[in-house]
């Protein structure tokens, strides 16, 4: 019985910061979760690229230029993601607040 209690009242979050979305419009959220979640998904499959053409190289040469290549699709994602978040940012920003530059 003791158990049943503490499991229904244990939370992970607080009331308070569960409160803080509220003044969070949804296309807001909508937006930044939808560019997080593409990004991660976009993410993933980089990798798996890479792990399949790592796997697939003959020389060590060939392993460190697909290395190279990784990493520098990597930054040129992480770069163009971010760009994506501050634009989803700027379309769906709260009537009224203060324009993000």
């Known amino acids: 019985m003791e158990n049943e209690?503490?499991?229904?009242?244990?939370?992970?979050?607080?009331?308070?910061?569960?409160?803080?979305?509220?003044?969070?419009?949804r296309n807001?959220?909508?937006a930044l979760s939808k560019e997080a979640?593409?990004?991660?998904?976009?993410?993933?499959?980089?990798?798996?690229?890479?792990?399949?053409?790592?796997?697939?190289?003959?020389?060590?040469a060939e392993a460190l230029k697909c290395q190279m290549?990784?990493?520098?699709?990597?930054?040129?994602?992480y770069f163009s993601e971010g760009w994506h978040v501050v634009d989803a940012l700027r379309k769906n920003q709260?009537?009224?607040s203060a324009p993000i530059e």
């Open 5 to 25: 209690h503490t499991a229904s009242t244990f939370s992970f979050v607080t009331p308070d910061w569960v409160r803080s979305f509220n003044g969070v419009p």
């Open 28 to 30: 807001l959220y909508g």
């Open 37 to 60: 979640l593409g990004f991660t998904a976009s993410c993933l499959q980089d990798q798996a690229d890479y792990l399949k053409k790592l796997a697939e190289s003959a020389t060590p």
């Open 69 to 77: 290549d990784f990493v520098q699709q990597s930054w040129w994602r």
């Open 94 to 96: 709260p009537s009224g």
